[in-house]
């Protein structure tokens, strides 16, 4: 089946929800639920689908989302976000998985100000940060942005601003602009 990564994304989310929220009605996502219920959600989008080629090219993102009332897209929405705006005024995808809080791979300089972690579910979830390189490569993981600022921040500061010199390095993240980009040559 065509388990494209918006759908699983998608079923991610519920899942993560529902596990924070189970007052809430969120139908069960859990891959084995879903595969006992296949003719439920799934049969309706099948009618017509002859051979495996049909089969595979059915795109199983909209039966999920069928599977949630308005409420619920809602919630889903408000609660468990496909992308969040850092400081920087970018719009940075979430990445979901089961288990575990969302991820937020992003460039550090993107986060220039913030003091306090970014939070998913009503602020209860705090979301694991991927703190990137300009060259998007990761240099710290964290859920706790402030002591990053407070302590990591000058080591990585001292490592990576001469290999990135186009980028900004401030002696005090705090109060410097967030940016994705890098300075103008000359």
Known sequence: ?????????????????????????????????????????LGPYLSGVK??????????????????????????????PT???VPSGSSIPLEYSEDKPPVLAVKLQ??????????????????TLHLLSPARRPIQVTQDLRNFWNSTYVEVKKELKGRYPRHPWPDDP???????????KG
Request: glycine share 6%; aromatic share 10%; net charge neutral.
């Open 110 to 127: 993107e986060l220039f100000g913030l003091a306090d972690t970014l939070r998913v579910a009503g602020g209860r979830i705090a979301v």
């Open 174 to 184: 705090w109060n410097a602009t967030p940016t994705r980009k890098a300075k103008p």
């Open 1 to 41: 089946m065509n388990w494209t990564s918006r759908a699983e994304q998608f079923r991610l989310r519920v899942l993560f929800l529902e596990g924070i929220f189970p007052e809430s009605g969120l139908p069960d996502f859990s891959a084995d639920n879903l595969l006992r219920t296949l003719p439920q959600w």
């Open 83 to 85: 992308h969040i705006t």
């Open 51 to 80: 051979n495996m080629a049909e089969l595979q090219a059915v795109d199983i993102y909209t039966p999920l989302k069928n599977m949630l009332d308005y409420t619920q897209l809602r919630l889903l929405e408000e609660g468990a």
